[in-house]
């Protein structure tokens, strides 16, 4: 029997004070109060595609058999094949358990799309009793009283002991553990065409120098060198690799965890603006909005020879019958070898009014078992969160197991993916990084200063 969490000196829960909660939400969210437009709202609610067969764990942490089995709705942007062929791991795990999962499937990258969905969904007191959640957003959902806390869960299966530090303490908000965790991406990561590579007989570009004598080598042969869509959230993702390379993970956190203007101000900030503009001579013009299917897409097909993206690449470049180091090669980005940039899969569970906990708690159970750990991140192209080496990963994987097993000291915490600082301060720096990379005539000190000028306001705002 799974304990009901409603101690008496428990805080006030989401189904004793929704309209204050509500308020409190819309207040945070900026947003006013609509609750005919969150109620018109369009979902998805197409099933899960062809299941992913796995086989039974005979770990010592076996999921106990839900209470009757149930149905969850769960919120996600897990969308393109690899992303979806990965979530029926755990689709079909709860399947056993005799639980429905019903899909609310947000399409677009980064989750921008499936976090508006989110909000107007709460706000509508319709809220899904799980949903995709990344980074330091727990804690904002957290505060409000509206998360399913998995205290018994993850202490029942020794959780803070199985798990990498980084991501135990991602999961705990003032103590309670909010989160289920899935695996841990890598987004400093190179993919190339080894059929390019070897036809010009190119290595993987350990510097930004390496890179540089690469594009020379391509000019004249009709391939791209660097594959780019010109999203918000992937050219963000370009700028925080040159920002990781520039000077490593310290002053990286300078930049996006402690939002220092002095650290926007320094030379090094221009430097990779310079970087981050000059990268556009590698790349097909105009730069074009594509999604990032669509640009993995073209580095394999040969119209271009490299990529930067989260190894989640690697997942939908597999899904699409491709293998690494046969038609795809994988290498950290240039100058960040050592570092590991990362961004976590988690869920989170609202409580309302708590009729659904024992299947939540299932769910969470399934998340940390070994089998689905392994299954999962193989598909998806990322590593679980164990800090027990999973056998079956590839070379990718190892090395990227390898850099985050390294410590604090040596990860990045992503920006783009919400792993640095809230959306509010993320969607400021991403718009001004995307708006400098599309306008030429905004020189690099203008932008130097704008990004110090964001950093300076949001910081006495958290001060305040």
Request: net charge positive.
């Amino acid at each position: 029997m799974i304990k009901k969490k409603r101690p008496a000196n428990a805080r006030t829960g989401p189904a004793t004070c929704w309209p204050a909660l509500l308020c409190l939400l819309a207040l945070w969210l900026g947003w006013g109060w609509n609750g005919a437009q969150a109620q018109s709202l369009p979902l998805s609610s197409s099933g899960p595609a062809s299941g992913v067969s796995l086989s039974s764990s005979s770990s010592s942490s076996p999921v106990p058999p839900s209470s009757g089995g149930g149905s969850l709705q769960v919120l996600h942007w897990w969308t393109s094949a690899s992303e979806r062929q990965a979530i029926n791991v755990v689709v079909n795990q709860l399947a056993k358990q005799d639980i429905q999962w019903r899909d609310v499937a947000i399409p677009g990258g980064a989750g921008m799309g499936a976090a508006k969905v989110l909000k107007s969904m709460v706000l509508a007191n319709r809220a899904p009793e799980v949903t995709q959640l990344n980074g330091v957003v727990f804690g904002e959902w957290a505060d409000l009283g509206l998360l399913l806390e998995l205290d018994n869960v993850a202490v029942q299966g020794a959780w803070e002991k199985q798990m990498f530090p980084t991501v135990w303490s991602l999961l705990n908000n003032h103590g309670h553990v909010v989160a289920a965790p899935l695996g841990i991406h890598r987004i400093n990561s190179l993919f190339y065409n080894t059929a390019i590579f070897k036809r010009y007989n190119l290595s993987p570009p350990k510097t930004w120098d390496d890179f540089d004598q690469i594009v020379k080598k391509l000019q004249g042969s009709g391939i791209t060198p660097l594959a780019q869509s010109a999203e918000a959230w992937q050219l963000a993702t370009l700028f925080e690799n040159l920002a990781l390379a520039e000077s490593g993970p310290a002053y990286y956190r300078r930049l996006f965890v402690e939002m220092s203007p002095a650290a926007y101000l320094d030379a090094r900030m221009l430097h990779i603006l310079k970087r981050l503009r000059g990268l556009s001579a590698a790349m097909a013009q105009p730069v074009r909005e594509r999604p990032w299917t669509e640009v993995a897409r073209s580095m394999v097909s040969g119209e271009a020879a490299m990529l930067i993206m989260g190894d989640w690449a690697k997942g939908e470049l597999n899904a699409w019958g491709m293998e690494v180091d046969q038609q795809f090669g994988c290498a950290p980005v240039p100058g960040t070898g050592d570092f590991h940039l990362y961004s976590t899969d988690t869920l989170a569970m609202f409580a309302g009014n708590y009729a659904h906990q024992a299947v939540q708690e299932t769910l969470a159970r399934l998340t940390m078992s070994p089998a689905v750990q392994s299954e999962y991140n193989r598909i998806k192209g990322s590593i679980p969160v164990l800090r027990a080496a999973d056998p079956h990963m590839d070379r990718c994987a190892r090395d990227s197991w390898r850099a985050f097993s390294k410590g604090p000291a040596w990860q990045a915490p992503s920006l783009v993916h919400r792993m640095a600082t809230d959306d509010t301060t993320k969607d400021a720096i991403v718009s001004e990084v995307q708006r400098f990379f599309l306008d030429r005539s905004i020189s690099e000190e203008q932008t130097q200063k704008r990004l110090a000028a964001i950093a300076r306001t949001l910081s006495r705002n958290r001060n305040d």
